[in-house]
């Protein structure tokens, strides 16, 4: 029976990854075989995250990315196309979300959930 987890050879786009839990899916993917193409919306962080993947044997790449641009999103996307022919995984960390005002989570504890929304 195959491994429903085997991510090995998975080309993988992972966005926020330049930092925190972004840049451990990161690496932890690559780890695991995957091929990954990490964004960030600057370069500062990505270069050494890229490079600390890469010395440790993964494969990956980075790209610059806002996510709130389309054109910066196509643009990465097809970056994947172009290196790997595909793209399998998509995995979406955001620092924070903008949520229109009738879906505003409450504070921890003041309602169950299902009465919010």
Known sequence: MPDAFDISGKVTIVTGGGTGIGADIASVFCQRGAKVLVTSRTMDHLGPVADGIRNAGGTIESAVCDVRQNDQV????????????????????????????????????????????
């Not at 996307?77 to 995984?89: E, I, Q, T």
């Open 74 to 117: 196509e643009a990465v996307v097809k970056k994947a196309v172009d290196l790997w022919g595909r793209v399998d995984v998509l995995i979406i960390m955001l620092e924070r979300v903008l949520l229109p005002t009738r879906m505003r989570f409450p504070p921890m504890g003041s309602q169950p959930l299902s009465r919010s929304i």
